[in-house]
């Protein structure tokens, strides 16, 4: 059996079958040529690839459903799930009866999108106890940014839900890549459905602007994000990545304290710092970066037209990448 190794994929993708541009082997064929090892496809309320996973030329193409409703939207990932396609589910209870289903089918259950302004989780993220919860859906936007401060709070009230990202791709305008950006990377010893969903639920994931981005890793000896250390023993993380752009900010936390906040002065290749962890409860990085000019006032004008963003509400440090957590007891 192969080790553990990181493998990169989208888990959030949508095709003709729902509302997306490309028909179904279209958008095998572009994820292929992205060069992920996995794909989720979750058409609203229709299962895509059929009863198994299958390979598309080394690519694993999972079966999963984007449950879709007025009251939020919830990715299920798995197999034999017996229905090819479910009505839009209108109350609480429909939510909870698809959900119920699912999960008597085994899928793992990831809310998309929590604080999205436009299509919310409206029903409480702990009522459904996910297994996952995207924090960054599509390309970074306000409301990513709001949703991993959140995340963050519930870390430091002790809660964790692994945090993967969704590219939600639906089809590209003029010269946009949209599709798998972000990207999510799992530590799994394979691109079988079995290894990435496991990898998933342990939290052994980090998530990146993109395909060919800057992967970020952070470790504690062999251990990685989504796995538990003993801080008596083990007092030190290492955080890499593989470049950081100039003006890019890396940002290590150990709970509510940085223990390391680096700017990068110029474009600098395979950055690397060890640091000793200071108190129990978790570690966990990310890189930030500033939009600024010409480049602040496009996403401005695009976010207000496309997002629901407020005239004048200003843009936060975007995250280029960012990993789960390591835990310290
Ligand atoms: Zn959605
Ligand atoms: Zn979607």
């Not at 997306?20 to 082997?25: D, L, N, S, W």
């Not at 007025?70 to 839009?88: D, T």
């Not at 899928?107 to 999108?113: G, K, M, T, V």
Request: aromatic share 14%; proline share 5%; hydrophobic share 35%.
């Amino acid at each position: 059996m192969r080790k553990a190794h990181w493998i990169k994929g989208d888990c959030h993708l949508h095709t003709a079958n729902s509302d997306g541009a490309k028909r179904p082997e279209e958008l095998y064929e572009a994820l292929y040529r992205k060069g992920l090892d996995f794909a989720f496809i979750t058409d609203h309320n229709f299962n895509t690839p059929g009863e198994t996973e299958f390979n598309y030329h080394g690519v694993g193409i999972f079966p999963g459903m984007e449950i879709s409703g007025n009251l939020g939207h919830v990715n299920v990932f798995g197999e034999h799930f017996l229905v090819r396609s479910i009505n839009r589910p209108r109350s609480r209870e429909d939510y909870e009866a698809l959900i119920g289903y699912f999960r008597s089918r085994g899928a793992h259950i990831s809310i998309n999108h929590p604080l999205d302004r436009s299509l919310p989780w409206r029903l409480g993220v702990e009522d459904f106890q996910p297994d996952s919860v995207e924090v960054w859906n599509s390309p970074m936007h306000n409301d990513d940014v709001y949703c991993m401060e959140w995340w963050h709070k519930k870390l430091l009230a002790g809660e964790f839900i692994p945090a993967v990202g969704g590219s939600d791709f639906h089809r590209d305008y003029y010269v946009t890549r949209l599709l798998a950006s972000p990207t999510t990377y799992v530590y799994a010893c394979s691109n079988t459905l079995a290894d990435v969903r496991a990898a998933i639920k342990a939290g052994r994931v980090f998530v990146t602007n993109s395909p060919g981005a800057a992967r970020l890793f952070l470790t504690c000896g062999k251990k990685v994000p989504g796995d538990t250390a003993d801080l008596a023993k083990e007092r030190e993380v290492t955080v890499s990545c593989d470049f950081l752009r100039r003006g890019q900010i890396l940002r290590v936390f150990n709970n509510d304290r940085e223990l390391l906040t680096y700017r990068a002065k110029k474009h600098e290749d395979g950055v690397s710092f060890t640091l000793p962890v200071e108190a129990r409860g978790f570690v966990r990085a990310q890189v930030g970066y500033q939009l600024t000019g010409p480049a602040a006032g496009f996403y401005e004008f695009g976010a207000t037209k496309f997002k629901r963003h407020t005239p004048g509400e200003g843009v936060p440090e975007f995250i280029y990448s960012f990993t789960n957590p390591i835990f310290f007891v």
